[in-house]
């Protein structure tokens, strides 16, 4: 049989060495008996890879609202909206094994159908996969923070990757972030705000009052058990002019 976890393991390590600033490092973590029987069962009814992957509407089978969560973590968000919203397409995306084992698993027990899975950069998989003016939300939600300063420069949200996921989404389309860190909602804001075809929903300067549809999450617990503070935004794609 096939080892997938290897297989998933050496393509995320290919990427590592040809791209030297991420916003991840892949750590080991052990998986447990059900997130790698999940691995190895679930992976072909819910898995993609990007460079492999068919178009988005012959993935789901329809044309339905699509919305991408960059780094899932455990998954619990993502099945969360999922069941909620069955008339939406969901594409989860994160490195992390375990995350990724532990969310096919739930999948699989909430016999959920609008979900599929990458294990990839994210900014590989918006890149190469996800079409122009395709999305009608993009969820990040509590990245790795990189609190030291001279890891900064691995924070997920700088302007690349805004104006990446700006040219992805739909006039009309969401773009929701949430961190527990200050200064990078700090970031977050200023990056966005800056961001030309992004529209701040809660005017100019301000975060989100409320958290909007997202679900609580495992970091937004952890933050909150230590006292964190959670900022929220959400801004809409607006047509530019030509
Ligand atoms: C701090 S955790 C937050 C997880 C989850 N959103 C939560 O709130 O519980 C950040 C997650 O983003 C993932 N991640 C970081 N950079 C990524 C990237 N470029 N592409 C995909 N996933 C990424 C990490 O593997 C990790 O699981």
């Keep these: 049989m096939v080892n997938l976890a290897h297989l ?6 290919a990427l590592t060495v040809q791209r030297p600033i991420r916003s991840f490092v892949i750590r080991g973590g052990r998986l447990t008996t059900a997130q790698r029987r999940a691995l190895d069962s679930l992976w072909s009814r819910y898995g993609l890879e990007a460079a492999l992957a068919p178009a988005w509407d012959q993935v789901f089978g329809r044309c339905a609202p699509r919305f991408v969560e960059v780094g899932f973590g455990n998954g ?14 969901y594409l989860g995306i994160d490195v992390h094994l375990p995350g990724v084992g532990r969310l096919l698993g739930g999948l699989e027990a909430r016999a959920l159908r609008n979900v599929r899975v990458m294990r990839q950069d994210a900014v590989e998989v918006f890149e190469r996969w ?17 609190p030291k300063k001279r890891h900064h420069k691995r924070r997920l949200v700088q302007p690349p990757f805004a ?12 773009f929701h972030l949430a961190t527990d860190w200050e200064h990078y909602a700090g970031q977050m804001l200023d990056v966005t705000e800056h961001q030309e075809g992004l529209v701040n929903l809660a005017g100019e300067g301000r975060f989100a009052v409320g958290q909007g549809e997202r679900p609580p999450t495992r970091f937004q617990r952890r933050g909150e058990r230590l006292g964190h503070r959670v900022w929220d935004l959400m801004l809409e794609k607006r047509p530019t002019e030509a």
């Design 8 to 13: 998933l393991t050496d393509s995320v390590h």
């Design 76 to 89: 619990d968000a993502l099945l969360g909206l999922a069941a909620r919203h069955p008339e939406r397409d």
């Design 130 to 146: 996800i079409p122009d003016a395709s999305l009608d939300g993009v969820y990040v939600w509590f990245p790795d923070p990189w």
């Design 163 to 174: 104006g990446l996921v700006t040219s992805k989404l739909k006039v009309g389309g969401l």
